[in-house]
């Protein structure tokens, strides 16, 4: 069983004051004005970077040029670059420095298909089709990647001692890259990772999100002239239908966390054919993996029971999945006290008119955009919505996450609006506060080895007896994978 | 495999030309005479009889009076009466005469549920909601009874030798009784059967009919709270609904002669509790066995896969079922050459006036009462419609079957109109003349041993190899049953 | 909009404190003491009274012996009693004193079919198959008749002025009565209702409940052969088949605090008939009325979806329904002050073994009986669990509730074990306990006009600008209905 | 109503034997000499053209090679050639001669996809994925203009008068070319036309095919995240799934020769939202229009009630439809004539060992290859099996038809065994073959005009009153559709 407990309190004394005597020169809050300066520093190749990853508009696992020009960037900082670790050609590793403690920062970079759209505030496609960057993730790598390049500079400068550790994780948004990045074990040897996530508002992210599993059943029957001899024929389409139902029939007897939801891929080619095959994805979700494992072993079994009433065969094909984040509530409490120092950003009447067009054309309430540092909310039993890869790294290694505002209030994610708004002024702005507030709480796991410790102290405390383990298939990543 | 060849050309010449020796004085044609005043003799007697079963509305197994009344009066004729055959408490047996052959005849008197009906030409209740005989068995059974008695006029003057049995055969409607009385072995000494149905025209019945199976599917959960925690509940209910969606879907892989329908029985209780359990009686038919067997098969097979889909346990119960009738061309010519003798029924215009009221009341054209003799029709390979438990009768035994008129052209059967017209006049003057069609048949039986062994290698030739193997589970019958 | 607004603290310093000159001369304090000795003096004639409605096992608008058992003895009593009220026979009133305040508490005395059972600790039924009181009724009517009868006397004493009026109020397990007493304005001269429920646990009762709908649905097709001619039937089992997958697919489009639950009542009544009527009972229920009526509608529509599908007329009739609870935590709080002045329960080592045993039998931990009293606690925005139609009674006047203990602690209710735990001294106490919290709160009603006005204020506030609108079909109630 | 009578008996004398002069100066038997002479010494152009028709490997409306081959052919040979007739650039004809009578034949030439395979007698893909001949449709237009020029050197020859006119007819796989060649009027002066198809036998085609009707039902739901907000999408995948569930339940309700058979386009394109958009492609088919329309009006109506269930929109569109074949047995009676003359196909050794191996490989019965001429069949009122848009001409203009042996018996059809049978000399035989008969008879219309009214008198007695109206939507046909 897993357990969540927040017991943050007793750790709040040691945020920004050390008694322990380190190497670095200078007071924690002194670096921290330099990492600000830093970022500030490489805004305009930091903001470059991120409209170029913006325009490349890659998919999940198809990141060829945007991992390149990530790669490539750390590499002139001098970063220690390898590329295609965990059999994935678009994951990397860059690292600067050495020794103890490794601090890690998470990047990704996989836009979503179907939303290429121009940096304006109503629905206009770049490329019609194409895909485009609906969840910030052009912001997302290269925050990250600038972070580290400022805790760089104060290693450079003998400021901090240990190693800053950039992953560049591909395929966040489909099939979760990092699930074989933590199966290569390239977490093992980190102390702490950083992570953040554009959105609509800037808070430490305290919320457990959802754990979640992918998979597919195939159906095989034998086809038949459907209108000659029908009869010959056992329809894995009418397998796949009677599972459907079924799962919606199952629907009533799951809790009200759990969601559950399928995309029919293929049930046939043509109309006068018995079908012989069908494939369906299936998604099966709920706020923590101990809810989710009854479930999915159901469906499953399902399967078979359809299958049985079409006469047909089948198979279950795991895809890959997440846990829900072990939220980290000590190293939250740092970051929360670092977004207080650095306040909220401010907007300019242009950017505000443009979230506010945004808003109009989203039907949302057009108050423009919002970055006042929200309090640190109470982390829920069930949280709603979304699910992150993000959730397996934090139950290897204790993991610190940040939200920033990258979009007016109200957007709707993964949607045009987001893309829009990533593309110019408003996300680059999210995107150096983001890359500010990563490196300001960096320096406090560097220099601060007493927070390090309670950090760990949190996450073993949390994570309790688990043992974790991924929902990941045996074999390579499904790079190109034929299940689409 | 079964086979039908309907070579019934090469014993025509045998009908009616008997070059053998036999005790009787008379010429058969003669003995014919007989018979039908025998039976004109007893007209009172009978239709009262008739009447009072048609009163009785009395169902499948407990048709406690019916039975009595039609054993009593054969008692009373001086038959040997055996009551209580088969392990059912309506099932009889009455004999008359001695030695070879023996010549059975087969008589029915179950009503139907929810069809009283006053002896009116409108649709018009005599006890609400309770049974009427809407398949004419109260005149079946009688008509039956009336030509054995002919039959043992004649054996009394020692005109014929040999026995005539008359079976008393409860439960047609639901359960057929038959394949008890078959089980039971009450068969297994007879030279050859007769049997006749009432209907909207007169022939010589030479249809096969459909092969049937009955069996009900159980499915057993777990109850639960269906607001507080549906998901501590496996429903029954749900089991059951995909398992009609399976059969459902199922239909398109079925033949055209295929016929599924089933009836749910109950699927929960009360609204806020998710079931333990349901049932649902399933009735599978096709134009032979052989056709039924695979599908019968298969849709017992998708009750598992229904019980897997809901989680749930299951069970499949076999209640009974029925073969397609073996059909005796043979024997049916001579039956033809009978009724072609007879001629047809004569009506009153106060007869066809209500038979056209009926008509009027049911939206058919009004034509009246049709009593023309039809000529033999061809055996067809698929023939639509009806099931009876003579079908098994005549897989161990020749069976001659006639159809009478008892009812205006055009009557929808199981109806209030059969009903109406089967307790009057109408009626009556059907069961009269099926008496003597039967007896004059059962006369050629007697006499003509050429004939008699001709009709036994016709049911030979076309049974084949078949073993007979009826759809019984063991145990007795379901006299109480609680399946209903 | 519903409005539920918890600032019960402005009023606590009302309690048990009155700085208001009445017309009592005893305080509060001792007039409580005197109830309490009311209730422990009549304990006999109200074990005996309960023991008698236990035994009557009577259902839902079927309770004529036990509504005339408690209408009698309130008459002994010197009540004036109305019988029959709403249209509905076994709903009475029963009154006394006379002025202001009007004082209400609520009785309810109808059993649950299938639960009857003996006095034992194991499943033992008395009366196979019959009802019994699974929600502990016959000890809710008689508890808080004893209650008002413990007002009657301090009002003969001239120690409280105003009217006691006690509700009979039958059909709260299906149908809802109160609704009809509602509608028939019962309750609109009315100050406040008391009203308590027997349960594991002593507490202020402070959730909402659910609110919930029950209907009908009947579809009409037409009937046919379904071996001979099934394309000429139209089938309104189909129709009802595919109106429940329709509902189960929209399962996943309902908020997670929404349950949907339906039972099939018939859906055909041969298995060789196309079914031409077929009718399902559905309860819809959401945490408020607000959440419910959307769903509600949703699904009547698609009863229209499902006609058109499978060719068939239909009709949806609305049976009754229940609003969520009112919640006043004024009132409430006045009587957790009451309960905490009480204290629990006392139990002896034999009722204490027979809760282990009947815990043993449910297979729930063996802790015996707790009736400890639990704090008020927070009323959550939405509440899991039962409806009821005091829920009704909650919008049109100020409602306070009371949970005492009945049944040992985990006891699975509406089950043989609550019955088996009402019949003797367990519930018995409880009954007593109720009794006693009731009427010294009421003491606090009548003797404390702040209080009352506090009360009413609450009520007023939440209530807000709703205009409570029952769901309630036109007409009679359902009391011999043949929807069932 | 539709009639189809077979009184060809009275018509039989007038075959073969002409008194009527006409300007032939040779008997029809030597001129049937020449056409089939004129046949062989074509066989080696003819076979190309069929050989690089079978590699150009096109379907349904893309045949953009295989119709300019067969046109180029035409044009050589002095056929006056319009191309792109009837809005369809792959649709042409090509004409010789002039004035009465005008006899057509009809030339399909497209493939299927999937079926692409090497000339050997086991599965081997040519080109893999790619399409193939599985219905010999490369031999099908290669025969008939083989026919048609056959005539034309008889035309030339001043041994026949009159025009022979070939109809270049594409997408006979999908869509159903010849629906808007008969709707632009091409066949409005033709007074009969000729047909023959690819086939396991040689026979006269006396069958009627199945008339069908193809249409596409569209739903529109509104999106949402299937995880965050599922409550606010309304699903077209839902409505997909219920209309298809009712489908299937439909199918009790329709005739033993109705065919319902559908395809699932698409049901959403990601696994976590909530589908906006489905699309469904249906047939129907039944053994005529008269039996299809109700049904298929019937299908469309349940598309409102998935959408009303579902809360979506939706729309039907009509693609196309075929009528079962009007038969001409008039005609056919001439075809058989000449099929008798002919005499079978003989074939070699290695030939008849290449069926058994294709025999072998598909597990049917290793006969060889069966050429023998069937009888003439009787008519069936139902008939099994495809269907095909030569229906719709024979409803315009009389159509006699043939099919002729280019595959092993047992072949099972749209396989890879047809396509590499029909690219080797198994098939160019049976080209040649048909070739020979068809121009035999086009011979008999041309030179015998009692037997040319004869079957126009018969074509019009048996369409009787009907209105011939395609299944075909207003507007061009589907060429470049998005349907699929």
Not at 245 to 271: D, F
């Amino acid at each position: 069983m897993l357990k969540h407990i927040s017991k943050s309190l007793p750790f709040l004394f040691l945020l920004g004051v050390s008694n322990i005597t380190v190497a670095q020169s200078q007071s924690p809050a002194s670096l921290k004005k330099e990492v600000q300066a830093s970022i500030d520093q490489r805004f305009k190749e930091l903001t470059d970077l991120s409209d170029r990853i913006w325009a490349f508009e890659e998919i999940a696992f198809q990141e060829t040029q945007s991992s390149a020009a990530l790669a490539d960037y750390a590499e002139e900082l001098g970063f220690r670059v390898t590329r295609g670790v965990a059999e994935i050609p678009t994951a990397f590793v860059a690292e600067y420095g050495s020794g103890s403690p490794v601090i890690g920062i998470l990047g990704e970079f996989d836009a979503l298909p179907g939303l290429s759209q121009n940096k304006v505030p109503y629905k206009s496609p770049l490329n019609e089709g194409a895909p485009g960057h609906g969840c910030g993730h052009n912001l997302f790598g290269v925050a990250s990647l600038g972070a580290a390049a400022a805790i760089k500079d104060l290693i450079d400068k003998g400021e901090i001692q240990g190693t800053v550790r950039f992953y560049g994780t591909p395929a966040e948004e489909k099939f979760f890259g990092k699930l074989w990045m933590v199966r290569a074990g390239l977490f093992d040897d980190v102390d702490a990772v950083m992570d953040w996530h554009p959105g609509p508002e800037t808070q430490t992210a305290v919320q457990k999100g959802l754990a979640l599993v992918d998979f597919q059943v195939e159906f095989f029957g034998q086809a038949a002239h459907a209108s000659s001899d029908p009869w010959n024929g056992r329809s894995a389409g009418d397998a796949l239908e009677l599972y459907t139902t079924g799962i919606n029939y199952y629907r009533e007897h799951v809790k009200p966390t759990v969601r559950i939801h399928y995309h029919i891929q293929t049930a046939g080619e043509v109309v006068n054919v018995v079908p012989d095959y069908s494939r369906i994805w299936v998604r099966v979700r709920d706020s923590s993996r101990d809810g989710l494992i009854p479930v999915y072993e159901r469906i499953q079994a399902m399967a078979e029971g359809a299958a049985i009433m079409a006469n047909v065969d089948y198979k279950v094909n795991l895809i890959s999945g997440v846990h829900e984040v072990l939220v980290n509530r000590t190293g939250s409490a740092a970051l929360q006290n670092n977004l207080e120092t650095l306040g909220p950003i401010s907007y300019t009447d242009e950017e505000q008119d443009f979230a506010r067009k945004i808003q109009e054309a989203t039907e949302k309430p057009q108050i423009g955009l919002v970055s006042k540092i929200e309090p640190m909310e109470e982390t829920q039993e069930h949280s709603m919505g979304g699910s992150t890869d993000v959730g397996d790294v934090s139950w290897v290694v204790p993991t610190i996450r940040l939200r920033a505002t990258t979009a007016p209030n109200g957007t709707p994610w993964h949607s045009w609006a987001v893309v829009a708004a990533g593309g110019m002024s408003i996300g680059h702005k999210g995107m150096a506060y983001a890359g500010k507030a990563l490196s300001m709480t960096m320096i406090d796991l560097f220099t601060n080895p007493e927070l390090l410790e309670a950090v760990k102290a949190d996450f073993k405390e949390n994570k309790g007896d688990y043992i974790y383990k991924g929902f990941v298939p045996d074999g390579p990543p499904p790079i190109n994978s034929n299940l689409q």
